[in-house]
C-alpha cells in the first residue's frame, strides 16, 4: 500500500457516490435557495464545531460563490481559539448554539444551510433547532452513515437527536462511519480521514447548482469577482454595501 | 494600606483630577459627538494598539453608557491573540488603512473618530489620524505628550514620519499619561510598577460620554443611554434603542 493511491482511490468513489445519488436532494435544496433569493430572503450558512467550521468559511468571500450570502463564523466553535478546547469542551455546551444563531439577523423565510460530517454535536443540535425557531427552513448537510453509527452519548444532545432527522432537506455527504478509509496490519488506529473534503465538495455541488438556476432564470446573479485581479475589489464593492453589516464574518 | 498602594491610589486621583480638568476640550468633543449624532452620521472610536482596546471596550454596549459608539475592535492588535504578536501590528505602516476600509469608516461626510491612545506614537495611530483626516472624518484624540517627548525620533516604536497625535488632531483630549505609565517606586527595583494608561483613558472615555449626553439633552436628543443587562427591565428598555443602532455597529450583536 502507497497511502495516497488508496485514499485517493476512495474518495473518488465517495464523491462519485455523492454525484450519483444525491442529485434530487440537491436540486431540491437549490431550488429552495434559488426561490428564498429570489424573494429577497438570507441565506446563511453554517459549520457547527471542530473541522465544520471550515464549511462556512469556504463560501465567505470566495470569487465564483454567492455573495449576499451570511456565511456564520464563530470564535468559540473554531478551532482558530483552541482546537481542543472546542472538540473536547466548547461544542458540547447547547446554550452556545443558541448564542450563535441569536447573534445573528435570521429571519422568517430565510434558508439556514448547516453542514456538519458527524451531525450530532449538541452545539449543532441545538443550533439547528434554534435556527428553525427563529424562522428558517432548515437545508443540511451531513452523512446519517455517521450519526446513526456513533454510539456514545455523551457526545450527543441530550435530546438524542442527529442532524439530518432536524432537516426540511438533507444532502448526504457520504461521510462513513468513522471518516476514517485506511488501515494497515498491526497498526491499532485507522487513518486518512475523508470528511471535511466530502462535506466541502457537497456543498460546493449544492452552490454551483443554485448558481446555475438563477443564471437560466435570467437577471442579475451576485457573484464574487477574484479580489486579487484588477478591479477585482471594486467590482465586489457593489455586494459589500448590500451584504453589510449582516454578513458579520466578511 | 502599604505606603506603594497609597502612593498608587494617590497617583492615580490626581491623574484623574487631571484629566477632569480638561474640560473645555471634553466638552468641545462633546459637542461634536452630540452634533455628529443628531445628523445620525457614525461616531467611532478606536484604540489603535494592545492595551487601548480596552478603552474601546469599554464604552461598548456598556450600562450606563451611549450605545451610538461604532466600537473599532481590531483583532490584529487585541491582546488576546498574543501580546507581542499585537505590538508588531501596531508598528505596521498603512495597517491602519485596512482596518479603517474594513470598519468602512468615512463612507459619509460629518463621521467622527475618537482614537483612544495614550502613548500617541505607533505607527498605526498616527496613520489613523492621518486616513481619517484625508477621509473628511472629524478626529478626537485622547493622548498625552509625555512619550511623544521621551521617545526619539526614529525610535523603532514610531511612525516614519515621527508625528505625534496629540498635534495632528481636531481635538486634542489630555489623558495625562505619566512619563513611562508606572508610578510607583518600590525599594530594591529600578522598574516601576503600577500602570495607569488604563484608567487614564476609561476615566477621559466616561468623562466624554457624561458630557455628551449632558449636550445631547442640550440640543434636544434622547441620548442613547442603556442600561445594565443584568438588570430586573433591563433588556425591555434597551430594545429599542439597540433595534436602532443593530443594523449599523458590527460588534454590538
Known amino acids: ?76 466553535i473554531s478551532l482558530a481559539n483552541g482546537a481542543l478546547k472546542e472538540i473536547n469542551y466548547y461544542e458540547r455546551i447547547p446554550e452556545i448554539g443558541r448564542a450563535v444563531m441569536r447573534s445573528n439577523d435570521i429571519k422568517p423565510g430565510d434558508i439556514m444551510v448547516i453542514g456538519s460530517a458527524y451531525g450530532v454535536n449538541p452545539v449543532c443540535i441545538e443550533g439547528a433547532m434554534e435556527s428553525k425557531r427563529m424562522g428558517a427552513t432548515l437545508v443540511t448537510i451531513t452523512s446519517p452513515y455517521f450519526s446513526d453509527a456513533l454510539d456514545n452519548d455523551n457526545t450527543k444532545h441530550s435530546n438524542g437527536k442527529s442532524l439530518y ?20 496490519e498491526g497498526f491499532p488506529q485507522k487513518y486518512g480521514p475523508v470528511g471535511t473534503i466530502l462535506q466541502l465538495l457537497t456543498l460546493k455541488a449544492l452552490t454551483t447548482t443554485v448558481i446555475t438556476k438563477l443564471i437560466k432564470a435570467g437577471g442579475e446573479v451576485p457573484v464574487w469577482r477574484n479580489a486579487l485581479e484588477q478591479g477585482g475589489p471594486e467590482f465586489n464593492e457593489r455586494y459589500m454595501n448590500q451584504i453589510w453589516p449582516v454578513a458579520k464574518a466578511l | 494600606m502599604s505606603k506603594e498602594i497609597s502612593g498608587y491610589k494617590e497617583g492615580i486621583k490626581n491623574l484623574l483630577d487631571l484629566i477632569a480638568g480638561e474640560e473645555e476640550a471634553i466638552q468641545q468633543a462633546a459637542d461634536v459627538i452630540a452634533r455628529a449624532v443628531k445628523d445620525d452620521k457614525m461616531v467611532h472610536v478606536i484604540g489603535p494598539g494592545g492595551h487601548s482596546n480596552m478603552a474601546v471596550e469599554e464604552v461598548l454596549w456598556r450600562a450606563g453608557g451611549l450605545l451610538m459608539w461604532n466600537a473599532i475592535l481590531d483583532a490584529g492588535t487585541n491582546l488576546i491573540h498574543g501580546a507581542k504578536r499585537s505590538n508588531l501590528i501596531e508598528r505596521t505602516p498603512g495597517y491602519a488603512i485596512s482596518v479603517l476600509d474594513a470598519y468602512r469608516v468615512g463612507q459619509q461626510p460629518g463621521e467622527v473618530m475618537i482614537i483612544v491612545n495614550a502613548y500617541g506614537i505607533n505607527p498605526m495611530t498616527i496613520d489613523t489620524a492621518e486616513e481619517c483626516r484625508r477621509r473628511g472624518v472629524t478626529t478626537i484624540a485622547v493622548t498625552s505628550s509625555s512619550f511623544a517627548k521621551l521617545v526619539p525620533a526614529g525610535h523603532k516604536a514610531r511612525h516614519p514620519s515621527g508625528k505625534n497625535l496629540y498635534e495632528i488632531v481636531d481635538i486634542y483630549i489630555d489623558n495625562h499619561l505619566p512619563e513611562g505609565d508606572a508610578i510607583v517606586t518600590v525599594e530594591g527595583m529600578d522598574t516601576k510598577t503600577g ?10 472615555m466616561n468623562c466624554i460620554s457624561i458630557e455628551t449626553v449632558k449636550r445631547m439633552l442640550e440640543l434636544g436628543i434622547t441620548p442613547p443611554v442603556i442600561m445594565s443587562a443584568n438588570m430586573p427591565g433591563g433588556d425591555e428598555h434597551n430594545k429599542a434603542i439597540e433595534d436602532k443602532y443593530i443594523g449599523r455597529i458590527k460588534h454590538l450583536m
Not at chain 1, 165 to 184: F, G, K, R
Not at chain 2, 195 to 204: D, L, M, V
Request: glycine share 8%; proline share 5%.
Open chain 1, 1 to 76: 500500500m502507497k497511502g495516497y493511491y488508496e485514499y485517493l482511490s476512495c474518495l473518488l468513489e465517495l464523491v462519485t457516490a455523492v454525484r450519483d445519488t444525491q442529485g434530487p436532494a440537491i436540486e431540491e435544496a437549490a431550488d429552495l435557495i434559488a426561490e428564498a433569493i429570489g424573494k429577497g430572503h438570507m441565506v446563511h450558512f453554517w459549520g457547527p464545531g471542530g473541522h465544520s467550521s471550515l464549511f462556512a468559511e469556504d463560501v465567505l468571500y470566495r470569487e465564483g460563490e454567492l455573495a449576499l450570502i451570511n456565511p456564520i463564523l464563530d470564535p468559540d
Open chain 1, 165 to 184: 432527522e432536524l432537516a426540511d432537506i438533507n444532502i448526504n455527504s457520504q461521510v462513513p462511519y468513522d471518516d476514517l478509509t485506511l488501515e494497515m
Open chain 2, 195 to 204: 500602570s495607569t494608561s488604563t484608567f487614564c483613558n476609561c476615566f477621559a
